[in-house]
Protein backbone atom coordinates (compact mmCIF):
# COMPACT_ATOMS: atom_id res chain seq x y z
CA UNK A 1 0.00 0.00 0.00
CA UNK A 2 2.58 2.23 1.24
CA UNK A 3 4.76 1.37 -2.35
CA UNK A 4 3.17 4.18 -4.37
CA UNK A 5 4.63 6.83 -1.69
CA UNK A 6 8.00 5.53 -1.22
CA UNK A 7 8.38 6.00 -5.07
CA UNK A 8 7.11 9.14 -5.03
CA UNK A 9 9.25 10.39 -2.12
CA UNK A 10 12.54 8.99 -3.74
CA UNK A 11 11.71 10.61 -7.05
CA UNK A 12 10.56 13.96 -5.28
CA UNK A 13 14.70 13.49 -3.41
CA UNK A 14 15.80 13.24 -6.88
CA UNK A 15 13.96 16.32 -8.31
CA UNK A 16 15.27 18.08 -5.29
CA UNK A 17 19.27 17.21 -6.02
CA UNK A 18 19.27 15.25 -2.34
CA UNK A 19 18.13 17.94 -0.47
CA UNK A 20 16.48 17.27 2.91
CA UNK A 21 15.98 19.97 4.33
CA UNK A 22 12.89 21.05 2.43
CA UNK A 23 12.43 24.97 2.44
CA UNK A 24 14.79 25.49 5.04
CA UNK A 25 14.45 29.55 5.12
CA UNK A 26 12.76 30.10 8.00
CA UNK A 27 14.06 26.54 9.65
CA UNK A 28 17.33 28.36 9.20
CA UNK A 29 16.27 31.54 10.93
CA UNK A 30 14.73 29.53 13.92
CA UNK A 31 17.26 27.41 14.26
CA UNK A 32 19.87 29.96 15.27
CA UNK A 33 17.31 30.95 18.32
CA UNK A 34 16.02 27.53 19.24
CA UNK A 35 18.70 24.27 19.03
CA UNK A 36 15.75 21.57 19.86
CA UNK A 37 11.83 22.33 20.02
CA UNK A 38 8.68 21.27 18.68
CA UNK A 39 6.33 21.88 15.87
CA UNK A 40 2.98 22.31 14.67
CA UNK A 41 2.96 22.13 10.63
CA UNK A 42 -0.95 22.39 9.61
CA UNK A 43 -1.23 21.99 5.80
CA UNK A 44 1.89 19.92 5.90
CA UNK A 45 1.54 18.76 2.24
CA UNK A 46 5.09 16.89 1.90
CA UNK A 47 7.44 15.70 4.19
CA UNK A 48 10.43 17.14 2.25
CA UNK A 49 8.84 18.90 -0.95
CA UNK A 50 8.39 22.64 0.40
CA UNK A 51 8.50 21.86 4.35
CA UNK A 52 9.35 24.31 6.47
CA UNK A 53 9.96 21.83 9.31
CA UNK A 54 12.18 19.35 6.98
CA UNK A 55 15.14 20.71 8.66
CA UNK A 56 13.81 20.91 11.92
CA UNK A 57 12.74 17.16 12.22
CA UNK A 58 16.57 16.79 10.70
CA UNK A 59 17.60 18.53 13.90
CA UNK A 60 16.00 16.50 16.17
CA UNK A 61 12.77 18.65 16.44
CA UNK A 62 9.47 16.59 16.90
CA UNK A 63 5.67 17.50 15.88
CA UNK A 64 2.64 17.26 14.82
CA UNK A 65 1.49 17.54 11.71
CA UNK A 66 -1.71 17.90 10.06
CA UNK A 67 -2.83 17.60 6.10
CA UNK A 68 -6.49 16.60 4.75
CA UNK A 69 -4.72 14.74 1.91
CA UNK A 70 -4.57 10.78 3.60
CA UNK A 71 -1.63 10.22 0.70
CA UNK A 72 0.23 12.96 2.72
CA UNK A 73 -0.09 11.21 5.95
CA UNK A 74 0.78 7.85 5.14
CA UNK A 75 4.20 9.23 3.36
CA UNK A 76 4.81 11.16 6.85
CA UNK A 77 4.02 8.18 8.97
CA UNK A 78 6.76 6.25 6.68
CA UNK A 79 9.23 9.40 6.64
CA UNK A 80 8.43 11.26 9.61
CA UNK A 81 8.07 7.77 12.11
CA UNK A 82 9.01 10.19 15.15
CA UNK A 83 6.01 12.82 14.45
CA UNK A 84 2.41 12.44 15.04
CA UNK A 85 0.61 12.86 11.74
CA UNK A 86 -2.74 13.28 11.42
CA UNK A 87 -4.94 13.03 8.43
CA UNK A 88 -7.67 16.10 9.45
CA UNK A 89 -7.76 19.63 8.32
CA UNK A 90 -8.01 22.64 10.62
CA UNK A 91 -11.06 24.91 10.50
CA UNK A 92 -13.08 27.64 12.45
CA UNK A 93 -15.40 24.77 13.70
CA UNK A 94 -15.44 20.94 14.85
CA UNK A 95 -16.57 17.90 12.98
CA UNK A 96 -16.38 17.30 9.32
CA UNK A 97 -16.26 19.05 6.43
CA UNK A 98 -15.89 18.93 2.68
CA UNK A 99 -12.27 18.89 0.82
CA UNK A 100 -11.38 19.82 -2.49
CA UNK A 101 -8.68 18.52 -4.31
CA UNK A 102 -6.41 19.32 -7.61
CA UNK A 103 -4.27 15.74 -6.84
CA UNK A 104 -4.20 13.47 -4.09
CA UNK A 105 -0.93 15.13 -2.87
CA UNK A 106 -0.95 18.89 -4.09
CA UNK A 107 0.22 22.03 -2.66
CA UNK A 108 -3.11 23.91 -3.19
CA UNK A 109 -5.93 21.09 -1.47
CA UNK A 110 -8.30 23.18 0.29
CA UNK A 111 -11.54 23.57 2.94
CA UNK A 112 -12.91 26.31 0.66
CA UNK A 113 -15.01 25.33 -2.25
CA UNK A 114 -13.90 28.21 -4.43
CA UNK A 115 -10.07 28.63 -3.70
CA UNK A 116 -8.85 26.09 -6.71
CA UNK A 117 -11.39 27.62 -9.27
CA UNK A 118 -9.95 30.69 -8.21
CA UNK A 119 -6.77 29.85 -8.99
CA UNK A 120 -7.68 28.89 -12.26
CA UNK A 121 -7.57 24.60 -11.41
CA UNK A 122 -10.16 22.26 -11.68
CA UNK A 123 -11.95 20.25 -8.21
CA UNK A 124 -11.29 16.84 -9.40
CA UNK A 125 -11.50 15.62 -5.94
CA UNK A 126 -14.04 16.12 -3.56
CA UNK A 127 -13.74 14.11 -0.17
CA UNK A 128 -15.20 14.54 3.36
CA UNK A 129 -12.70 15.01 6.14
CA UNK A 130 -12.53 15.63 9.87
CA UNK A 131 -12.20 18.97 10.69
CA UNK A 132 -10.62 20.62 13.95
CA UNK A 133 -10.21 24.07 15.61
CA UNK A 134 -7.02 25.10 16.69
CA UNK A 135 -7.98 25.69 20.53
CA UNK A 136 -9.82 21.98 20.30
CA UNK A 137 -6.56 20.65 18.48
CA UNK A 138 -4.52 22.35 21.50
CA UNK A 139 -6.33 21.02 24.15
CA UNK A 140 -7.09 17.65 22.66
CA UNK A 141 -3.41 16.86 22.22
CA UNK A 142 -2.12 18.81 25.40
CA UNK A 143 -0.73 20.68 23.29
CA UNK A 144 0.86 23.92 25.91
CA UNK A 145 4.19 25.11 24.32
CA UNK A 146 4.82 25.26 20.60
CA UNK A 147 8.10 26.45 19.73
CA UNK A 148 7.04 26.86 15.63
CA UNK A 149 3.34 26.98 14.32
CA UNK A 150 2.96 26.96 10.81
CA UNK A 151 -0.48 27.12 9.40
CA UNK A 152 -0.63 27.34 6.00
CA UNK A 153 -4.44 25.90 4.96
CA UNK A 154 -4.86 27.87 1.25
CA UNK A 155 -7.03 30.73 1.61
CA UNK A 156 -8.47 30.12 5.10
CA UNK A 157 -5.46 31.32 7.40
CA UNK A 158 -6.67 34.38 8.80
CA UNK A 159 -10.46 32.86 8.97
CA UNK A 160 -8.94 30.61 11.62
CA UNK A 161 -6.45 33.03 13.15
CA UNK A 162 -9.38 35.53 13.49
CA UNK A 163 -11.71 33.07 15.28
CA UNK A 164 -9.07 31.22 17.38
CA UNK A 165 -8.05 32.11 21.23
CA UNK A 166 -4.41 33.63 21.05
CA UNK A 167 -4.50 34.89 24.44
CA UNK A 168 -3.27 31.45 25.90
CA UNK A 169 -1.07 30.16 22.97
CA UNK A 170 2.84 30.16 23.89
CA UNK A 171 4.54 29.91 20.13
CA UNK A 172 7.96 30.95 19.76
CA UNK A 173 7.48 31.52 16.13
CA UNK A 174 4.68 31.99 13.83
CA UNK A 175 4.09 31.11 9.88
CA UNK A 176 1.17 31.94 8.60
CA UNK A 177 -0.06 32.58 4.52
CA UNK A 178 -1.85 35.25 3.19
CA UNK A 179 -2.22 35.77 -0.49
CA UNK A 180 -2.12 39.02 -2.33
CA UNK A 181 -5.81 38.14 -4.11
CA UNK A 182 -7.47 38.41 -0.77
CA UNK A 183 -6.50 42.30 -0.44
CA UNK A 184 -6.72 43.23 -3.79
CA UNK A 185 -9.42 40.56 -5.42
CA UNK A 186 -9.10 37.72 -7.69
CA UNK A 187 -9.61 39.05 -11.27
CA UNK A 188 -6.94 39.33 -12.93
CA UNK A 189 -4.48 39.21 -10.55
CA UNK A 190 -0.77 38.49 -11.24
CA UNK A 191 2.47 39.17 -8.64
CA UNK A 192 4.65 42.27 -9.79
CA UNK A 193 7.89 41.05 -10.74
CA UNK A 194 9.77 42.98 -8.93
CA UNK A 195 10.41 43.87 -4.52
CA UNK A 196 7.86 40.76 -4.57
CA UNK A 197 8.79 40.13 -0.46
CA UNK A 198 8.45 44.13 0.33
CA UNK A 199 5.16 44.69 -1.48
CA UNK A 200 3.58 41.26 0.39
CA UNK A 201 4.68 42.92 3.56
CA UNK A 202 2.75 45.58 2.87
CA UNK A 203 -0.09 44.52 2.24
CA UNK A 204 -0.07 41.88 4.97
CA UNK A 205 0.26 44.65 7.47
CA UNK A 206 -3.10 46.55 6.36
CA UNK A 207 -5.09 42.61 6.70
CA UNK A 208 -7.08 41.88 9.72
CA UNK A 209 -5.01 39.24 10.55
CA UNK A 210 -2.20 40.70 11.24
CA UNK A 211 -3.98 43.47 13.49
CA UNK A 212 -4.89 40.68 15.71
CA UNK A 213 -1.16 38.82 15.52
CA UNK A 214 0.95 41.93 16.11
CA UNK A 215 -0.66 42.24 19.79
CA UNK A 216 1.43 39.07 20.68
CA UNK A 217 3.92 38.77 17.78
CA UNK A 218 6.02 40.98 15.69
CA UNK A 219 6.77 40.81 11.89
CA UNK A 220 10.16 38.20 11.12
CA UNK A 221 10.50 37.88 7.66
CA UNK A 222 8.71 37.29 4.84
CA UNK A 223 8.81 34.93 1.50
CA UNK A 224 6.62 36.11 -0.65
CA UNK A 225 2.91 35.65 0.82
CA UNK A 226 4.58 33.05 3.27
CA UNK A 227 5.25 35.32 6.75
CA UNK A 228 7.26 34.35 9.44
CA UNK A 229 6.22 36.10 13.07
CA UNK A 230 8.48 35.64 16.09
CA UNK A 231 6.88 35.94 19.78
CA UNK A 232 7.13 39.47 21.53
CA UNK A 233 9.04 39.52 24.98
CA UNK A 234 7.93 42.37 27.61
Not at 84 to 91: E, W
Not at 102 to 130: A, C, F, Q, W
Not at 159 to 165: A, G, Q, T
Request: proline letters at 2%.
Amino acid sequence: MYLKHIVKYYKDLIRLKFNLNGNSRFGKKILKEIKKGNYLDVGCYHPIKESHTAILYNNGWTGINLDISKDTIEMFNIFRPKDLNLNMGLSIKNGYQKAYYERNISTVSSLDKNYLSKIGRKNKIIRTVPVITLDKLRKKYKINKINFLKIDCENIDESIIMKSNLNSLDCNFLSVELLPQTHFGWKNYELPKKNVNSYCKKYFFKSKMYKKLKRRFRFYSNYEFSFLLKKKVN
